[in-house]
């Protein structure tokens, strides 16, 4: 790789790193001084993070993040990303009030699932009650058919599964860009 085409992406980083752990920082309601004091790394190595001026070294993250009690995935995550949820949070409260009514129906979501429950919309805004039902009915099945597929594809019917799916596609496919 070319010194133009790798610069960019340190800046980027070096950027993202911060950006991450000003984030993390208003969340965990943290100084500059207790990431100090929580991580162990020297003032003037937490200053340059947060300033973005420094790509910092694998370790150095490892020790911020264990400080900040957080994965270090954390620390490359798009801190942007954050907000949009936040919004979506706001903005779709029956979300919530459904999923706190009917627990049930919530078992064993990730995370990544709620985010995408809160960031659907109705026709004209938020989700009524009856809309949150039904996207948490057809999430639970889409789930389950994932679940019957990969024991499927386990089995000895695994190259018929594969084979069908192929075909499928191949018919979706081909009626989409008609």
Known sequence: MDATRSQPLAHD????HGANVRRL???LDMTQQDV?????LDQR??????????????????????GLGVATDELFQDPYHHVEIAFDRITNPVVGEVVDARP??????TQAEF???YSR?????????AGVLAAAEAMNARRQLMVQ???ILESNEAELMREFVAMLFRRVTAIDSS
């Open 25 to 27: 920082m208003a969340r």
């Open 13 to 16: 980083l070096r950027t993202l």
């Open 121 to 129: 919309m109705a026709v004209g805004g938020e989700l009524t009650e």
């Open 104 to 109: 049930e129906l919530f078992g064993r979501w």
């Open 149 to 151: 597929v990969a024991v």
């Open 45 to 66: 190595t937490v200053r340059s993070i947060l300033q973005g001026v420094t790509r910092p070294h694998a370790r150095t993250l490892h020790k911020l993040a264990e």
């Open 115 to 117: 985010d995408e429950l």
């Open 36 to 40: 100090v004091d929580a991580s162990g």
